[in-house]
């Protein structure tokens, strides 16, 4: 099913959002965004069903279809969603059947982005209330066709487990049963809610719905679509960013059985064959001449030099209250700089997409986080309209912000272009990391001003490529990138003279994107390094000099002290072991976390022991927040401890796990995630864990060696040996 | 030239030249995609099968090296009571998410209690440590693992 997209509702909404930013109301990523995704819209095409919005499905058979707006890659967000969904339709959750949604900005934007898009973490907190009406109203209809047949009235009637029951006469139908009478019902205008007391499904640990398939081979992944008659292929960007293909010389790959084509594009060379195996060692035996262009100079020591240079000029303000002057004249001063190098996403699954060109369509089998932003771009590398461009989402082997992108789409459609019948391209590994789309580097200083023990000015400069003007550019306004100063202006802490800037520094061609934890990830490195050294400065306990500041944000207190409760704050430890904390305010939620380290005579570190607590307010699916928050705090580790891509001549310098390390099972310590109980909508915890991490392990080493740390990932030279 | 493999216990005929790796065999000949493909250099574990009751990466083993052993996958593991038991204890303590790497850890994983039915943390760190899992799921690995060796025994 493909559905064009109106361009009339885009602009109507891009301005929407340039007023509001230019009138200084900068909420960060809450983009003040109307939710164009009306819950009683029905579906283009409901084929018979009880179809009363894009979200549900009732046939006569009772079979109950809930359609996915957001995408799973792993977050847990088909099962919370469905959930949500289940809920308020009071639906058997044991028999329910998902699908994945297809392109509409229409039925399935996301509400706090105005597009179909699945990141930021704030799936749950965008359809919360769209989705639980939809599945209020949907009930609705189902009980006033009960109602209407039994002759009763509907206030009368009750609703559990796919079944509409009449106490008084003890009569029940099935939603089944109903389906096609509740079709012709009216959609009720201010459906109720329920009270979340009387939820029966919200805030249980339930099963995730995806997992079953997942242990036994049978989900399927973008990169496990099979088609008919299909070909694979696999292919070589220019090794220097934006370099051209000079002269490919193919004989050798010819020969090699199996390889069907080689097609030549300007900046990439792929190989055809009947299988990778063909296809790998084809494009093995090309001989490419490549014309490098002008970026074959570029290298990370430039890139450095430029932004610390960028660095030192005025940004744009991204807020400022008090008197920022005054502050920095007042009291003791420090002042630090942080920097966050390039990473590379790394997801599992390489990227990947199969598509098919004919004449007058394409269709497309990926894994994507943005559904109608890879239409519309392969619509563009196609040559087609958008309508006759169908995509098919799978299941993600992860995403991280990378399939934020379409870039692997569009190369997928023009080799497809030159190829008779359907194509897989897969990326190699070394091709997925060395033509990512990179997590920029990040220049964060900080001045800041002690008086009494307590923080009285605070002027912070981030440094850094603005994604939003590339990806979306109403989220670039004024010199301001709305996402990376994200919690740099939403800071928990009390202070009064408080002052937030931001330079847009790009560097040259390295592409940057979205990466898990987003702006947040390097406000957050930042901001809680600052705290410790501040802390030492003024010579109080790290916990405690929070504590004195975070009076206004009940919050976040409980969740810092339960973490230090939880994680012995305080309590003596073996020698060269200490204790990091990390109090974070992004994606709505209210979290702080402790890691215990080892840091040994050499400078290896040794996580021993973590401990988050957690107020994402109203808990969908408990258990898979405790999952994400202990994956995502091994994913930020895994950052802080290996994780850099180094540029040298225009490449990048790392290819595979060997050289672009991740964390192992034989590195990882104990976790305990604490929830804490709350009435309040849900916050976004998906990317929390990532930022989470890297700060309290950075904090722990400096309690262990006094060295602070100013850059990841972190360098064992410079901590071996040292002690505090 | 027709290569004869034993898969998941049945016999499969296919032409694929024999320094093709298996993983290929299996996922772009065979179409079975449970295996999957991470790095293509036996580096993070996503393609583990079982030789002969063994773990090996199939993206680094050339079909023709197979020869007459038998070949076990995620699509056929649960079929041992080994592999049953730690595809239950990987739900019941609900390990995954994104899934992607988690057909090559439950290959290491019931390849692991079959040698060792009561694996440590040691054991269980040395047979684990070739596979990434980039969700990071490796606390509730550990712990499943565990279950899985603990119902063995009951």
Redesign the interface.
């Known amino acids: 099913m493909a559905i064009s997209l109106k361009t009339s509702d885009r602009f109507s909404r891009r301005s929407v959002l340039t007023g509001s930013l230019a009138s200084g109301f900068l909420l960060a990523f809450h983009l003040p965004v109307r939710a164009v995704n009306e819950p009683t819209q029905p579906p283009d095409d409901p084929n018979g069903k009880f179809a009363p919005n894009a979200f549900i499905r009732i046939d006569s058979a009772g079979k109950t279809t809930l359609v996915m707006p957001q995408v799973e890659?792993?977050?847990?967000v088909y099962t919370s969603i469905s959930m949500i969904l289940a809920e308020e339709l009071d639906a058997d959750f044991s028999h329910v059947t998902l699908e994945h949604a297809p392109p509409s900005d229409k039925l399935y934007g996301n509400p706090l982005f105005g597009v179909q898009a699945t990141g930021n973490s704030n799936s749950v907190r965008a359809w919360w209330k769209p989705l639980r009406t939809a599945g209020a109203s949907a009930r609705a209809m189902l009980v006033q066709a009960a109602a209407h047949q039994w002759q009763v009235d509907p206030a009368s009637c009750t609703t559990a487990n796919s079944e509409v029951m009449h106490k008084a006469s003890g009569r029940q139908l099935s939603y089944g049963a109903l389906a096609l009478a509740a079709s012709s019902e009216v959609q009720p205008k201010d459906v109720p809610l329920k009270d979340p007391r009387n939820f029966v499904l919200i805030g249980k640990p339930l099963?995730?719905l995806?997992?079953?398939d997942?242990?036994?081979?049978?989900?399927?992944?973008g990169?496990?679509a099979?088609l008919p008659g299909m070909k694979?292929a696999t292919l070589a960007v220019c090794p220097v960013f934006g370099g051209k293909v000079a002269k490919v010389d193919d004989s050798a790959a010819r020969k090699i059985?199996?390889v069907q084509k080689i097609v030549v594009l300007d900046d990439l060379v792929a190989v055809v064959g009947?299988?990778?195996?063909a296809a790998?060692k084809g494009l093995d035996a090309l001989v490419i001449d490549w014309d490098e262009g002008p970026n074959a100079r570029v290298s990370s020591k430039g890139i450095w030099d430029d932004l610390r240079a960028a660095s030192e000029k005025d940004g744009a303000v991204a807020k400022s209250r008090g008197d920022i002057a005054k502050g920095l004249a007042t009291g003791e001063r420090l002042e630090a700089a942080y920097e966050l190098p390039f990473l590379a996403h790394?997801?599992?699954?390489?990227v990947n997409a199969t598509v098919h060109v004919t004449p007058d369509a394409c269709e497309i089998w990926t894994g994507t986080q943005v559904m109608t932003r890879v239409q519309s771009e392969a619509a563009k590398a196609a040559g087609l309209p958008i309508e006759k461009v169908i995509v098919n989402n799978h299941?993600?082997?992860?995403?991280?912000g990378r399939k934020l992108e379409a870039d692997m789409v569009v190369a997928a459609v023009r080799v497809a272009k030159q190829v008779d019948g359907p194509v897989k391209v897969?990326w190699?590994?070394e091709e997925d990391i060395q033509h990512d789309i990179f997590r920029p580097v990040y220049r964060d200083t900080i001045a800041a001003t002690l008086s009494d023990g307590k923080i009285v000015g605070w002027k912070y400069k981030v440094s850094g490529s603005s994604i939003m003007a590339r990806w979306f550019p109403p989220g670039f306004q004024n010199g301001i990138d709305i996402d990376a100063v994200d919690s740099a202006v939403d800071m928990p802490y009390d202070i009064p003279n408080f002052h937030v800037e931001y330079v847009r520094a790009e560097p040259p061609a390295v592409p940057t994107g979205f990466w898990r934890g987003v702006g947040p990830n390097n406000n957050v490195f930042a901001i809680e390094c600052f705290m410790d050294e501040l802390a030492r400065k003024a010579g109080k306990d790290p916990v405690d000099f929070r504590r004195s500041m975070l009076g206004n944000q009940p919050r976040f207190l409980a969740a810092l002290n339960l973490a230090a409760e939880k994680s012995n704050w305080g309590e003596p430890l073996p020698a060269r072991v200490g204790r990091g904390v990390c109090v974070q305010p992004s994606f709505a939620s209210f979290i702080a976390t402790v890691v215990e380290a080892e840091v040994d005579e050499q400078g290896d570190v040794h996580l021993r022991r973590i401990t988050s607590a957690v107020d994402t307010g109203i808990a969908v699916n408990p258990?898979?927040i405790v999952?994400?928050l202990?994956?995502?705090?091994?994913?930020g580790l895994?950052a802080a401890l290996y994780g850099e891509i180094i540029i040298d001549k225009g490449r990048v310098q790392q290819s595979?796990?060997?050289d672009y390390r991740?964390?192992?099972?034989?590195e990882?310590p104990?976790?305990d995630v604490h929830l804490i109980k709350s009435g309040e909508p849900p916050g976004g915890i998906g990317e929390t864990?990532a930022n989470a991490g890297p700060p309290a392990l950075r904090n722990a080493i400096y309690a262990v060696t006094g060295v602070a740390l100013r850059r990841l990932p972190i360098d064992r030279a410079l901590i071996a040996g040292k002690k505090t | 030239m027709a290569t004869i493999l034993t898969i998941n216990g049945e016999r499969k005929s296919f032409d694929a030249p024999s320094d093709m790796p298996l993983l290929w065999v299996l996922r772009d000949v065979l179409g079975m995609t449970g295996t999957k493909f991470g790095c293509g250099v036996a580096q993070c574990g996503a393609c583990t099968v079982h030789i002969d009751g063994k773990p090996v990466r199939s993206c680094m083993l050339p079909v023709g090296a197979v020869r007459d052993r038998p070949v076990t996958t995620i699509e056929g593991v649960g079929a041992s009571p080994v592999g049953a038991k730690v595809q239950k204890a990987w739900l019941d303590l609900e390990v995954v998410q994104c899934g992607y790497c988690q057909s090559g850890q439950i290959m290491s994983a019931a390849a692991l209690l079959a040698a060792t039915p009561n694996p440590d943390d040691s054991d269980i760190d040395a047979a684990m440590a070739g596979n990434i899992c980039r969700c990071g799921t490796y606390v509730r690995i550990r712990a499943a693992i565990k279950q899985a060796a603990s119902q063995r025994q009951s």
């Open positions: 890659m792993g977050q847990g099963k995730r995806d997992t079953p997942k242990v036994n081979g049978r989900a399927v992944y990169i496990d099979m694979f059985p199996g009947d299988h990778m195996w790998k790394a997801t599992m699954e390489p299941l993600l082997g992860g995403g991280f897969v190699t590994r258990d898979t999952a994400q202990e994956g995502g705090l091994i994913f895994t595979n796990f060997n991740m964390l192992r099972i034989d990882t104990k976790i864990g």
